[in-house]
């Protein structure tokens, strides 16, 4: 039987840390006297400046500081909102982590190495790595933010095999996007795309993990 990938990547969000952004912007909704849409909308809408991308995906690739984000967020939601409302949010926005996928890491972490990469940014990831002690388990911590590249394009795989120095053969993306795992598959990574942790235990299983 061949070997299992000697290089595991876990994708965060979704997978080890919970998601939940719908009661920060129905609140600052109701602040702001907006709808929940349009509060969505403000978020992650273009301005003149932001050219093709979003200043939300301009922050997560790293190209704008955190207090030119929350600046941006300011301007758009007005006197409704402040700037400690904004930071709060983005750390309730993380509610916890998923313990049954915690241990799974633990176990492949006896064995293998084992890193992660987030499309994320900089407010998020600080507070994940005050808060959440499972970083302490990744050899390797790779944040779209601090690589200057995001899942799903290729330049993220090539970021990832060449920060873990190795083929891209030799490396697992585990991820709850497929178009995320489909971007590694065709750069020639392998990987697993996430349903919930009974189906990401069996799909290692099924390349050969002892989990």
Not at 60 to 75: C, H, Q, R, W
Not at 92 to 98: A, H, K, M, S, T
Request: glycine content about 8%.
């Amino acid at each position: 039987m061949t070997s299992p990938p000697k290089y595991i990547i876990f994708d965060i969000g979704g997978v080890v840390v919970r998601l939940n952004f719908e009661p920060s912007r129905r609140r600052i909704a109701n602040q702001c006297g907006k709808t929940y849409e349009e509060v969505q909308a403000l978020m992650t809408g273009k301005t003149e400046a932001d050219g093709s991308l979003s200043f939300l995906a301009h922050y997560v690739l790293g190209k704008i500081s955190t207090d030119e984000y929350l600046d941006e967020l300011l301007n758009r939601f007005g006197d409704g909102v402040t700037r400690a409302e904004l930071i709060a949010d983005c750390e309730n926005d993380l509610p916890g982590v998923y313990e049954e996928t915690v241990a799974l890491i633990k176990v492949l972490k006896q064995q293998h190495s084992v890193s992660c990469f987030s499309n994320t940014h900089d407010l998020h990831w600080e507070y994940m790595m005050r808060a959440f002690p499972v970083f302490d388990f990744f050899e390797h911590k790779m944040a779209s933010h601090l690589a200057g590249t995001a899942k799903p394009l290729p330049e993220s795989c090539a970021y990832m095999c060449s920060t873990l120095g190795c083929k891209p053969g030799e490396a697992l993306l585990i991820d709850d996007s497929r178009e995320n795992i489909a971007a590694a598959i065709a750069y020639g990574m392998q990987g697993i795309h996430v349903e919930d942790v009974a189906n990401l235990r069996s799909a290692l299983r099924g390349l050969g993990y002892q989990v």
